[in-house]
């Protein structure tokens, strides 16, 4: 058996130990590591690839395992309701992220140094983060030390949606859904993220002077990432034409910037080029606030760099593969509780199963302006998307392919010079034509958002969507026949 079998059937079998056990958390589950090796065999697997993959899927199972967090007295999360109450807990601590604007309230995290479970009851001494829901103002910045009153609790769990899991993977476990608020002499924080944190405040300043609203709002969303400045309508058009995605700092930015950096640094030698690349994105990636899914489109990004320039054949699926490994060891919770990371795995997939098949169906297609590569690579994401879409927000955009089509290739434009607008003094020049193509991209999904059923009402079940995926796991396991 070849060695890049071997890899692949060993990344495949750590992530479906650790999907398996991160949907039913059962000890019990662990029994499985001695199962696994013998049901392998069984299918005349050699006994080398049986004890590496047995090995790894054992791996899967026990990086769940050890992450699942129970609270201890010394952490803020022992003290926290698990019911809705009107108990408020006085706790002080020290913001530890980037505020997240929204419309009526900002979003920190808190790395929490003191609680009052009463008003009566004595300080106690505790660690670990909180998610806390502040008002919109006074504003407040990272590294400030802070004294919060409301009420700590559990986050919640629905029926068709967990948020206690949509912040574990974040690596909090309890919050504040609403407080006020003063400020406490001390602080400052992380001096590195400090700075990094003051450069993301005077980027977004200038890109408010310089471009009107909601275009300034576009160019922080490509950019940096998030929906500050967007009016609910502009939102909603976003989600009815399947844009939304353009408005998150995406596999699609990050690599738009890893190939800007690299085509600058061009005149250098390749160690310096690669080098030079990965310690800027490092450093962007910790200016946004190093969130987890910033963190997997660097990360594929940078494999995708250093595979394309080690002079060897580049295979995609084994690069996504070894991208997957990487990020779900480094957070086990992705895998099943990140929407953002299922959607981009999602993407990629279709973009290597669809793009060679539809070469002959679309060879007929003009190629005018990069039409027919952009319908192909478009309609190949959103086949394996939409499943995932409709599961997760009952609903899914008809328009979506096509505006994809229309409004995607005018980011990079739209990217690039909304970044030259930040020079001082001809900043300004670069922002007329930075405006030009946002106002054009908007303009675009506005009218494409007004087509009637543009996004209809949809969902399936859990079967459908592993029937649907099933299908293209065993197309995938055509392609890749060769190799075994």
């Known amino acids: 058996m070849k060695r890049k079998t071997l890899v692949i059937g060993a990344i495949a079998s750590l992530l479906a130990g650790v999907l398996i056990f991160d949907i039913f958390r059962d000890a ?39 992450a699942l967090h129970v609270p201890i007295p010394t952490e803020v999360a022992f003290y926290a309701h698990a019911e809705k109450t009107k108990e408020e807990s006085v706790i ?64 919640p769990e629905w029926e068709d949606f967990s948020y206690r899991r949509f912040l574990e993977k974040e690596g909090i476990f309890a919050y504040v859904p609403r407080a006020s608020f003063h400020k ?26 310089r471009l009107p609203t909601p275009e300034d709002a576009f160019a922080r969303g490509i950019l940096l990432g998030g929906e500050e400045g967007f009016s609910e309508q502009i939102l909603e058009e976003f989600r009815r034409t399947g844009l939304s995605h353009l408005l ?25 080029k690669i080098a030079g690349t990965i310690l800027f994105i490092s450093g962007f990636v910790l200016m946004t606030g190093a969130s987890a899914s910033v963190i997997r489109a ?46 981009s795995v999602a993407g990629v997939l279709g973009l290597i199963i669809f793009t060679p098949l539809w070469e002959k169906w679309f060879a007929r297609l003009p190629n005018f302006l990069g039409f027919k590569e952009g319908l192909q690579t478009t309609l190949a994401a ?7 879409l409709a599961l997760y927000f009952q609903r899914i955009s008809l328009i ?11 980011i990079p434009l739209a990217m690039l010079f909304s970044a030259l607008t930040l020079i001082p003094f001809i900043g300004t020049f670069f922002g007329f034509y930075a405006f030009g193509i946002l106002k054009l991209a908007l303009f675009l999904t506005h009218i494409l958002a007004q087509i009637p059923f543009a996004d209809v009402p949809f969902t399936i079940g859990n079967s459908w969507l592993l029937l649907w995926y099933a299908i293209f796991a065993f197309l995938i396991f055509k392609m890749q026949k060769k190799a075994f």
């Open 248 to 272: 998150a700092l995406s596999g699609f930015n990050i690599t738009i910037l890893i190939l800007f950096v690299f085509w600058v640094l061009k005149l250098l030698p390749k160690q310096w």
């Open 28 to 66: 019990r589950l662990l029994w499985l590591a001695l199962v696994f090796p013998f049901a392998l065999l069984l299918c005349r697997i050699s006994v080398k690839a049986c004890l590496l993959w047995g090995g790894a899927f054992t791996l899967g199972l026990l990086r769940v395992f050890l």
């Open 400 to 410: 979506a392919p096509l505006a994809n089509l229309l409004v995607a290739p005018l």
């Open 92 to 155: 002080s601590g020290t913001i530890a992220n980037y505020p997240e604007k929204e419309f009526h309230r900002t979003k920190v995290y808190l790395a929490v140094e003191k609680i009052k479970t009463t008003a009566a009851a004595p300080e106690k001494v505790v660690s670990g983060k909180i998610l806390v829901n502040l008002p919109r103002y006074p504003e407040v910045r990272y590294g400030e030390k802070i004294e919060v009153f409301g009420a700590l609790q559990i986050p």
């Open 184 to 209: 406490l002499e001390g602080g400052n924080g992380n001096p590195v993220f400090k700075t990094l944190f003051t450069w993301r405040k005077n980027i977004e300043e200038i890109l408010k002077q």
């Open 298 to 343: 660097a990360v594929m990004g940078f494999l995708g760099l250093l595979v394309l320039h080690s002079g060897q054949d580049t295979d995609p699926l084994y690069i996504l593969l070894w991208s997957m490994g990487i990020i779900v060891l480094m957070n086990p919770f992705l895998l099943y509780s990140d929407v953002s990371f299922q959607l």
């Open 382 to 388: 959103q086949v394996m998307s939409f499943p995932l």
